[in-house]
């Protein structure tokens, strides 16, 4: 059973990739292109919660997360931010940032907030396109 902020980003629809703790999502409203979801599977409402498998399997997520957006965005930098105000479970947006814009399938993604904060209300909804992305996201992460 996965919980309810996987299920709130969109699980099973939006799965770019899985590790044995955590879930990888694309998530729907891109700030910026490639960002993404990164929800731990244990039943956790605090980090410090998390299992020491949880943890150790981090780095893995992590590792994938940043081989993935690095040759697929080309960010420059990368925020990891875990908010939790309104969705409960353990989780990460992960937010690849640049100077600029990037294009992908006819659509512009600029990052608002360069060089400060990420701009989260400044953002492409990918709508009925989000499972087509993390469909191409998900080849590209197993290749």
């Not at 990739?17 to 979801?37: C, I, K, N, Y």
């Not at 244990?42 to 980090?47: C, G, H, I, S, T």
């Not at 600029?110 to 009925?128: I, K, M, S, T």
Request: overall charge negative; charged content about 20%; proline content about 6%.
């Amino acid at each position: 059973m996965t919980n309810s902020t996987a299920q709130k980003f969109g699980y099973p629809r939006t799965l770019v990739a899985e590790t044995d703790q955590w879930l990888v999502l694309l998530r729907p409203q891109q700030p910026t292109f490639g960002s993404l979801v990164l929800v731990c599977k244990d039943e956790a409402r605090a980090f410090a919660d998390l299992s020491a498998a949880a943890f150790a399997d981090l780095q893995v997520a992590v590792a994938g997360i940043e081989r993935l957006l690095s040759d697929l965005v080309r960010y420059e930098k990368i925020n990891y931010l875990m908010l939790m105000m309104v969705d409960p479970d353990v989780h990460f947006h992960v937010i690849p940032r640049y100077a600029g814009e990037r294009g992908h399938d006819g659509r512009s993604f600029v990052d608002a907030g360069w060089p400060g904060q990420p701009n989260l209300r400044a953002h492409v909804d990918l709508g009925e396109a989000a499972p087509a992305l993390a469909a191409e996201f998900a080849a590209r992460w197993a290749a």
